[in-house]
């Protein structure tokens, strides 16, 4: 599969980067990943697949778990114990930053990235950034990952409250949230190694790799996009407006509150 990534610059030096939703994606139904803790079970000693594999198909099904117990929140009664979870939960995730998001969107499933820029970049820093927003994620969320299963143990002491276990949650959201994005910049790192533009080149590539990279399809497409030129033209010292950035979400079917989140860091 395919996924179409959008780099622009959003404000002085700061860029963004997001992925373009799949309308059809959301529609699709999975039929992989079990309902039930006997149907887990049952994979898991059933097939003999790798130690790897099985914590995959359990990460799965405790996203789908924790899924449904959101949108669960998301339908509760106005002013009712739920709802005010709900509302804090809206304001925990605020906080989640945009590079974390956009590193989570890069599935498992994702077999190749198409980058769609501006003209007005060079190629091979947009790669570059790309590069360097992967490797960092690779440190960062590795330490975090480890942080917060550290935590989980400690969060069960509040089972003994007679209140929903709101920090045992959320500590076990973001374990899942920063190994995904682990996994998401370990991938964008495999994919960003083989492109279709060997002209770019950093300067320290042997000419001796160029006929085996170039007998292999690429994994990443560099492409300038005349109409994201077209839309950015008019930005300002302060970054780009909110009309702007409604408009190319639009075009490139991006998600508007995680395209303000790169306008908004501070």
């Known amino acids: 599969m395919r996924a179409r990534l959008v780099v622009f610059p959003i404000k002085g030096r700061k860029w963004c980067f997001s992925r373009s939703v799949d309308p059809f994606a959301a529609q699709a139904p999975s039929g992989v990943t079990p309902t039930t803790v006997r149907g887990l079970w049952k994979k898991i000693s059933s097939e003999s697949k790798p130690i790897n594999a099985n914590a995959e198909l359990l990460v799965d099904f405790i996203s789908d778990k924790m899924n449904k117990a959101w949108m669960g929140l998301e339908i509760a009664p106005e002013g009712s ?8 939960g809206l304001k925990l995730l605020a906080r989640v930053k945009p590079s974390e998001i956009f590193l989570k969107s890069i599935s498992k499933e994702v077999t190749s990235v198409q980058v769609s820029y501006p003209p007005s970049l060079d190629p091979r820093l947009v790669r570059r950034r790309l590069r360097h927003i992967a490797m960092s994620g690779t440190i ?7 942080g917060s299963v550290t935590l989980l143990p400690l969060t069960t002491a509040f089972t003994v409250l007679p209140l929903p276990n709101i920090p045992f949650f959320w500590v076990l959201f973001r374990t899942y949230s920063h190994w995904r994005a682990l996994q998401g910049s370990e991938k964008l790192l495999k994919l960003l190694s083989n492109h279709s533009n060997p002209q770019t080149d950093d300067a320290d590539e042997s000419n001796d790799n160029k006929p085996e990279q170039e007998a292999q399809s690429p994994t990443c497409v560099l492409l300038p996009s005349e109409e994201l030129y077209k839309l950015l033209g008019e930005a300002s010292e302060e970054g780009l407006d909110e009309e702007t950035i409604i408009e190319i979400c639009k ?9 303000l989140k790169y306008r908004n860091l501070v």
Do not use: E, W
């Not at 960062?140 to 480890?146: A, D, V």
């Open 81 to 88: 114990m739920k709802n005010k979870i709900h509302g804090l």
């Open 140 to 146: 960062l969320h590795k330490k975090y990952l480890i």
């Open 251 to 259: 075009l490139f079917h991006l998600s508007k509150n995680d395209v």
